[in-house]
């Protein structure tokens, strides 16, 4: 470094001398003075030779290595830049999401066994206990409540109230309107103006008329529609009227007053899907089908907004807590799981479970396929993390989705007990059907 600046001073000092003189000039023979009133004019100075360059770059390059370097913005830039590619490429998708009409994210091009770890999501309709898939609930739902009306008018009719209507708060209000006129009859079983209904109420219409299946309710517990005359009104109007063999027994309104009031919507319930298969290395690899990543639109739009927060929250830092709710919020747009248990025999035992659910449902299920069901158990996730059947906590809170594979063991303090008895637990843990039934996971 030092004989780089020593070549740099030497050149300056050599360009600045002045010009030069021939070798074979004599020493009298001198260039002419310059008037001392003229400006001097100095000659451009020329850059530093290839050597000297050569030298200033590897010195630059020596101080650089002895400083350390501001990685920082250099490291976000970088990632700024790869997560605007991905929001670029998931807009794409999302175009053409929208182009072709469909809610279902496209799976990535890569090789995909043909095997599903399960062949899709599936429901249970609990009227008729026909197997569904998703598209076909509502439909077989409806149907299944309306050939109802032939053997069970009444309970077909608070079906119909409860499933057919989608505002939950307007059913509500139609049905505590409802328990009040049946009220009415009930305590004041003398005044016959409770035993009728004016279909054109203003009432009767804001509340009940706008609700499917009210009518057919009224008729199915005893009210019959006729025309009354109304005092000061020319042409008669259209009520609702309880009949007399109804009236001989108020009690038969109090119970499906009590029947209305109770109902919940039929709804078909996500089929367990429950398989058992023998020891396997593939117990950790889940090839799962398309719904259980399905987004809609509005879900994939929101998810291309986050990641776009993600870009500010690069540079700001999180506390735990933060990182914490973030992860959830990942978690959250799963809709479905999948989850299997390792038994001590190293048997496989799979359900489909929401997302949302919690870990009392996973407990449930396995204590039903269970040979001993009354003994206790413990079932632990990755890592050894132990899952409390008492902790009221959701699949998604214990990072159980999309799925999961987790290990199944006897509770060691009863072990023990049973032992010092001198028992032994069944060897066969599962039910025999189970068993019977049991697959070569592939």
Known sequence: MKKFFQDIKADIKF??????????????????KEKPNQLVLRQPRQGPTDEAQMAAAAALARLEQKQPRARGPMLQDSIRNQVRKELQAEATVS???????????????EERSSHLAVPGVYFTCPLTGAILRKDQRETHIKEAILSHFSTDPVGASIM????????????????????????N?????????????????????????CLEGTHEFFEAIGFQKALLPVPDQEGPEEFYVLSEAVLAQPQSLERHKEQLLCAEPVRATLARQRRVFRPSPLASQFDLPAEFFNLTAEEVKREQRLRSEAVERLSVL???????????????????TLLRVRLPDGCLLQGTFYARERVAALYSF????????????????AGGQKLSEDENLAFTECGLVPSALLTFSWDAAVLEDIKAAGAEPDSSILKPELLSAIERLS
């Open 15 to 32: 360009k600045s001398a002045g010009p030069g003189q021939k070798l074979t000039e004599s020493a009298g023979e001198k260039a002419p």
């Open 95 to 109: 175009g053409n999401l929208e182009t072709l009409g469909t809610n279902m994210v496209p799976e990535p091009k």
């Open 366 to 381: 396995v204590r039903e396929a269970l040979q001993s069901d009354w003994l206790p158990f413990e079932l632990l996730a």
């Open 318 to 336: 999180r506390t735990k807590a933060m990182r914490e709710k973030e992860e959830q919020r990942e978690m959250r747009k799963y809709t479905y």
């Open 160 to 183: 119909k109230i409860h499933t057919f209507n989608k505002d939950r708060d307007r059913v509500k209000l139609g049905v505590d309107t409802i328990a009040k006129y049946l009220d």
């Open 185 to 209: 009859i009930h305590l004041h079983p003398e005044e016959e103006k409770y035993q009728k209904i004016k279909l054109q109420n203003k009432v009767f219409q804001e509340r009940i008329n």
